[in-house]
């Protein structure tokens, strides 16, 4: 049985830091496209940023870009997502994704797992 856990979330202010992880089970991250996308209240889930199984480096959401690193370990099948310079529009539940061998990066349809969640909280 696939699993994706993320964890890391919770309650920063503003320009400050937060790591999210996503470890997989049941998968071997080699050979996955991984992403993370996030959902604010009120509003549909966006990307926020990918790796391509083939890639060797990843893609972001322009509202990310330059704050945001993302990284994978296919050795310890675990992905993180390190986030500087956090802004109250950061606010939102942050989902990890997997894609085998997928190419949409930024197609969420494309994804075949998901994991729960992790709430990420700026306050200004």
């Known amino acids: 049985q696939v699993q994706l856990v993320e964890s890391g979330g919770g309650l920063v202010q503003a320009g400050g830091s937060l790591t999210l992880s996503c470890a997989a089970s049941?998968?071997?991250?080699?050979?996955?496209?991984m992403a993370w996308f996030r959902q604010a209240p009120g509003k549909e889930r966006d990307f926020v940023a990918a790796f391509s199984w083939s890639g060797t480096s990843p893609y972001y959401a322009d509202s990310v870009k330059g704050r945001f690193t993302f990284s994978r370990d296919n050795a310890k099948n675990t992905v993180n997502l390190q986030m500087n310079s956090l802004k109250p529009e950061d606010t939102a539940v942050y989902y990890c994704?997997?894609?085998?061998?997928?190419?949409?990066?930024?197609?969420?349809?494309?994804?075949?797992?998901w994991g729960q969640g992790t709430q990420v909280t700026v306050s200004s």
């Open positions: 049941g998968l071997t991250l080699r050979g996955y496209t």
């Open positions: 994704a997997a894609d085998r061998f997928g190419s949409s990066l930024y197609d969420q349809m494309s994804y075949d797992y």
